[in-house]
Protein backbone atom coordinates (compact mmCIF):
# COMPACT_ATOMS: atom_id res chain seq x y z
CA UNK A 1 0.00 0.00 0.00
CA UNK A 2 1.30 2.92 -0.96
CA UNK A 3 -1.03 4.97 1.81
CA UNK A 4 -1.81 8.92 1.03
CA UNK A 5 0.25 9.77 -2.13
CA UNK A 6 0.41 13.95 -2.50
CA UNK A 7 1.95 15.69 -5.73
CA UNK A 8 4.16 17.81 -6.38
CA UNK A 9 6.27 17.87 -3.10
CA UNK A 10 7.35 21.27 -4.03
CA UNK A 11 5.64 24.16 -6.09
CA UNK A 12 6.84 28.47 -6.37
CA UNK A 13 3.62 30.29 -8.10
CA UNK A 14 3.13 33.59 -8.78
CA UNK A 15 0.61 35.92 -7.75
CA UNK A 16 -2.51 35.49 -9.44
CA UNK A 17 -1.51 31.50 -11.08
CA UNK A 18 -3.86 29.02 -10.60
CA UNK A 19 -3.13 25.58 -9.56
CA UNK A 20 -4.05 22.01 -8.12
CA UNK A 21 -2.60 20.07 -5.31
CA UNK A 22 -3.10 16.12 -5.81
CA UNK A 23 -3.91 13.95 -3.18
CA UNK A 24 -4.87 9.82 -3.88
CA UNK A 25 -5.57 7.18 -0.99
CA UNK A 26 -5.58 3.83 -2.05
CA UNK A 27 -7.01 2.43 1.66
CA UNK A 28 -10.55 2.78 0.46
CA UNK A 29 -11.01 5.35 2.79
CA UNK A 30 -14.27 7.11 3.05
CA UNK A 31 -13.33 10.15 4.71
CA UNK A 32 -10.54 12.57 3.55
CA UNK A 33 -9.20 15.79 4.34
CA UNK A 34 -7.34 18.72 3.18
CA UNK A 35 -4.75 20.86 6.38
CA UNK A 36 -2.45 23.35 5.88
CA UNK A 37 0.60 24.07 8.24
CA UNK A 38 1.71 27.37 9.22
CA UNK A 39 4.65 28.48 11.32
CA UNK A 40 2.73 29.45 15.00
CA UNK A 41 -0.62 28.57 13.64
CA UNK A 42 -0.34 24.88 13.89
CA UNK A 43 -2.31 22.72 11.23
CA UNK A 44 -5.79 24.43 10.44
CA UNK A 45 -8.86 22.31 7.93
CA UNK A 46 -9.37 24.18 4.68
CA UNK A 47 -11.89 20.96 3.46
CA UNK A 48 -13.22 17.91 4.05
CA UNK A 49 -15.37 14.95 2.23
CA UNK A 50 -17.08 12.12 4.24
CA UNK A 51 -17.39 9.98 0.89
CA UNK A 52 -17.49 10.34 -3.14
CA UNK A 53 -19.70 13.86 -3.83
CA UNK A 54 -19.84 15.22 -0.35
CA UNK A 55 -17.62 17.89 0.88
CA UNK A 56 -17.78 20.22 3.26
CA UNK A 57 -15.93 23.68 4.63
CA UNK A 58 -12.99 23.96 7.08
CA UNK A 59 -11.88 26.72 9.21
CA UNK A 60 -10.00 28.18 6.22
CA UNK A 61 -11.62 27.65 3.43
CA UNK A 62 -11.30 30.67 1.54
CA UNK A 63 -9.10 30.83 -1.75
CA UNK A 64 -9.88 27.09 -2.38
CA UNK A 65 -12.10 24.27 -4.16
CA UNK A 66 -12.26 20.96 -4.20
CA UNK A 67 -13.98 18.31 -5.37
CA UNK A 68 -14.30 14.24 -4.56
CA UNK A 69 -15.34 12.57 -7.50
CA UNK A 70 -13.90 8.79 -6.62
CA UNK A 71 -12.98 7.26 -3.31
CA UNK A 72 -9.41 7.85 -4.51
CA UNK A 73 -8.55 11.16 -5.14
CA UNK A 74 -9.49 14.57 -3.34
CA UNK A 75 -7.25 17.67 -5.49
CA UNK A 76 -7.46 20.67 -3.81
CA UNK A 77 -7.44 24.00 -6.10
CA UNK A 78 -6.29 27.19 -6.03
CA UNK A 79 -7.89 29.24 -7.70
CA UNK A 80 -6.12 32.79 -7.21
CA UNK A 81 -2.84 32.16 -5.42
CA UNK A 82 -1.70 34.78 -2.94
CA UNK A 83 1.48 35.17 -0.87
CA UNK A 84 -0.99 34.34 2.55
CA UNK A 85 -1.43 30.53 0.60
CA UNK A 86 2.61 30.16 1.34
CA UNK A 87 2.04 27.28 3.44
CA UNK A 88 2.64 23.22 3.80
CA UNK A 89 -0.11 21.62 2.34
CA UNK A 90 -1.12 18.04 4.12
CA UNK A 91 -3.59 15.60 2.64
CA UNK A 92 -4.88 13.37 5.20
CA UNK A 93 -7.65 10.21 5.19
CA UNK A 94 -9.10 7.64 7.51
CA UNK A 95 -11.76 4.59 7.43
CA UNK A 96 -15.47 5.05 8.59
CA UNK A 97 -15.75 4.30 12.80
CA UNK A 98 -12.40 5.08 14.91
CA UNK A 99 -10.01 4.67 12.23
CA UNK A 100 -6.59 6.95 12.72
CA UNK A 101 -5.52 9.29 10.19
CA UNK A 102 -3.27 8.56 7.78
CA UNK A 103 -0.96 11.92 6.23
CA UNK A 104 0.43 12.32 3.42
CA UNK A 105 4.32 13.73 3.25
CA UNK A 106 3.19 17.18 2.37
CA UNK A 107 3.29 19.50 -0.66
CA UNK A 108 5.52 22.79 0.54
CA UNK A 109 4.07 26.07 -1.64
CA UNK A 110 5.50 29.19 -1.98
CA UNK A 111 3.57 32.26 -3.68
CA UNK A 112 5.64 35.25 -4.35
CA UNK B 1 -14.49 27.14 19.52
CA UNK B 2 -12.75 23.96 20.60
CA UNK B 3 -8.47 24.78 21.45
CA UNK B 4 -5.71 22.64 22.06
CA UNK B 5 -3.15 23.26 24.19
CA UNK B 6 0.24 21.39 24.53
CA UNK B 7 3.02 22.22 27.31
CA UNK B 8 5.21 22.23 27.30
CA UNK B 9 6.17 23.72 23.86
CA UNK B 10 9.53 22.49 24.29
CA UNK B 11 11.74 20.23 25.71
CA UNK B 12 15.36 19.42 25.93
CA UNK B 13 16.23 16.38 28.33
CA UNK B 14 19.73 13.91 28.31
CA UNK B 15 19.22 10.27 26.78
CA UNK B 16 17.52 7.95 29.08
CA UNK B 17 14.94 9.74 31.02
CA UNK B 18 11.47 9.15 31.23
CA UNK B 19 9.28 12.50 30.00
CA UNK B 20 5.70 13.57 30.12
CA UNK B 21 4.36 15.88 27.17
CA UNK B 22 0.63 17.17 28.28
CA UNK B 23 -2.69 18.01 25.65
CA UNK B 24 -5.67 19.91 27.06
CA UNK B 25 -8.77 20.85 25.44
CA UNK B 26 -11.35 23.77 26.19
CA UNK B 27 -13.73 21.65 25.37
CA UNK B 28 -13.84 17.99 26.22
CA UNK B 29 -16.56 16.77 23.67
CA UNK B 30 -14.07 14.83 21.62
CA UNK B 31 -14.31 11.77 19.88
CA UNK B 32 -11.03 10.00 20.18
CA UNK B 33 -7.54 11.34 20.48
CA UNK B 34 -4.72 11.10 17.86
CA UNK B 35 -1.07 11.70 18.83
CA UNK B 36 1.44 12.23 16.15
CA UNK B 37 5.11 12.86 15.44
CA UNK B 38 6.79 15.10 12.87
CA UNK B 39 10.10 15.25 12.09
CA UNK B 40 11.24 18.72 10.56
CA UNK B 41 10.06 19.13 6.89
CA UNK B 42 8.32 15.51 6.91
CA UNK B 43 4.95 14.85 7.18
CA UNK B 44 3.19 13.51 10.01
CA UNK B 45 3.70 9.82 11.77
CA UNK B 46 0.73 8.63 13.41
CA UNK B 47 2.13 7.07 17.20
CA UNK B 48 -1.21 5.94 19.04
CA UNK B 49 -4.88 6.18 19.31
CA UNK B 50 -7.40 6.32 21.66
CA UNK B 51 -10.55 5.79 20.98
CA UNK B 52 -13.87 7.18 22.77
CA UNK B 53 -14.06 3.95 24.24
CA UNK B 54 -10.35 3.75 25.93
CA UNK B 55 -8.69 5.64 28.57
CA UNK B 56 -4.97 4.79 27.44
CA UNK B 57 -2.53 3.17 24.90
CA UNK B 58 0.82 1.88 24.89
CA UNK B 59 2.85 0.99 21.44
CA UNK B 60 6.74 0.46 23.15
CA UNK B 61 8.30 2.77 25.19
CA UNK B 62 5.35 5.15 24.29
CA UNK B 63 2.17 5.23 26.77
CA UNK B 64 -1.11 7.92 25.91
CA UNK B 65 -3.52 8.54 28.67
CA UNK B 66 -6.79 10.26 28.18
CA UNK B 67 -9.15 11.91 30.45
CA UNK B 68 -12.13 13.15 28.81
CA UNK B 69 -14.14 14.66 31.69
CA UNK B 70 -11.03 17.04 32.84
CA UNK B 71 -10.19 17.63 28.49
CA UNK B 72 -6.98 16.22 29.10
CA UNK B 73 -4.05 13.91 27.71
CA UNK B 74 -0.39 12.79 28.35
CA UNK B 75 2.16 11.46 26.11
CA UNK B 76 4.71 9.33 28.06
CA UNK B 77 7.99 8.71 26.70
CA UNK B 78 10.38 5.81 28.45
CA UNK B 79 14.02 6.00 28.43
CA UNK B 80 14.23 8.53 25.90
CA UNK B 81 16.91 8.21 23.19
CA UNK B 82 17.81 10.97 20.22
CA UNK B 83 16.09 9.20 17.63
CA UNK B 84 12.70 10.41 19.58
CA UNK B 85 13.71 13.89 18.81
CA UNK B 86 10.93 15.74 16.77
CA UNK B 87 7.96 17.60 17.34
CA UNK B 88 5.07 15.78 18.89
CA UNK B 89 1.56 16.48 17.64
CA UNK B 90 -1.86 15.79 19.83
CA UNK B 91 -5.00 16.11 18.16
CA UNK B 92 -8.88 15.52 18.73
CA UNK B 93 -11.31 14.35 16.33
CA UNK B 94 -14.44 16.47 17.18
CA UNK B 95 -17.71 14.72 17.51
CA UNK B 96 -18.61 14.75 13.96
CA UNK B 97 -16.15 12.80 12.81
CA UNK B 98 -15.03 15.30 10.51
CA UNK B 99 -12.48 17.05 11.57
CA UNK B 100 -8.87 17.01 13.97
CA UNK B 101 -8.26 19.80 16.11
CA UNK B 102 -4.66 20.12 17.21
CA UNK B 103 -2.32 21.53 19.18
CA UNK B 104 0.68 23.53 18.41
CA UNK B 105 3.18 20.88 19.26
CA UNK B 106 5.49 20.30 21.94
CA UNK B 107 9.62 19.74 20.47
CA UNK B 108 11.87 17.55 21.72
CA UNK B 109 15.11 17.29 21.92
CA UNK B 110 16.99 14.61 23.51
CA UNK B 111 21.41 14.78 23.61
CA UNK B 112 23.17 11.53 23.74
Known amino acids: NAGVTQTPKFQVLKTGQSMTLQCAQD?????MSWYRQDPGMGLRLIHYSVGAGITDQGEVPNGYNVSRSTTEDFPLRLLSAAPSQTSVYFC???????????FGSGTRLTVV | KQEVTQIPAALSVPEGENLVLNCSFTDSAIYNLQWFRQDPGKGLTSLLL?????REQTSGRLNASLDKSSGRSTLYIAASQPGDSATYLCAGLNQAGTALIFGKGTTLSVSS
Open chain 1, 27 to 31: MNHEY
Open chain 2, 50 to 54: IQSSQ
Open chain 1, 92 to 102: ASREEGQGSYT
